[in-house]
């Protein structure tokens, strides 16, 4: 059973940037797609970006496309996700989760998906 932590949530103003870095426990981080989902205070959790096994093939919420980036390094077992342009409305705590998958192609868009899930670190933008 895999373990996640993430880490680089914080405070942060409007425009700026923060990475969030998800290290995980399995040393067979290669058979993992992955995920970051945010929820907001009350609001439903909701996806932000995913990424298959490799980091060849990934995919990001509209209200994240072309701010946030998101990619692994597979010989550190870390999922990364870049945040730019930061909004007060991405204010939410970020989730990162892992699916282990025997499939090398796909990513997953749905939290039902994924099978283990960090605890979650808090983003806050403020105007």
């Known amino acids: 059973q895999v373990q996640l932590v993430e880490s680089g949530g914080g405070l942060v103003q409007t425009g700026g940037s923060l990475r969030l870095s998800c290290a995980a426990s399995d040393v067979t981080f290669t058979a993992y797609a992955m995920g970051w989902f945010r929820q907001a205070p009350g609001k439903e959790r909701e996806f932000v970006a995913a990424?298959?096994?490799?980091?060849?093939?990934?995919y990001s919420a509209d209200s994240v496309k072309g701010r946030f980036t998101i990619s692994r390094d597979n010989a550190k077992s870390t999922v990364y996700l870049q945040m730019n342009s930061l909004k007060p409305e991405d204010t939410a705590v970020y989730y990162c989760?892992?699916?282990?998958?025997?499939?090398?192609?796909?990513?997953?868009?749905?939290?039902?998906?994924?099978?283990?899930w960090g605890r979650g670190t808090q983003v806050s933008v403020s105007s």
């Open positions: 989760a892992a699916r282990r998958d025997y499939s090398t192609t796909f990513y997953y868009i749905a939290d039902h998906e994924y099978n283990y």
């Open positions: 990424i298959n096994r490799s980091g060849g093939r990934t």
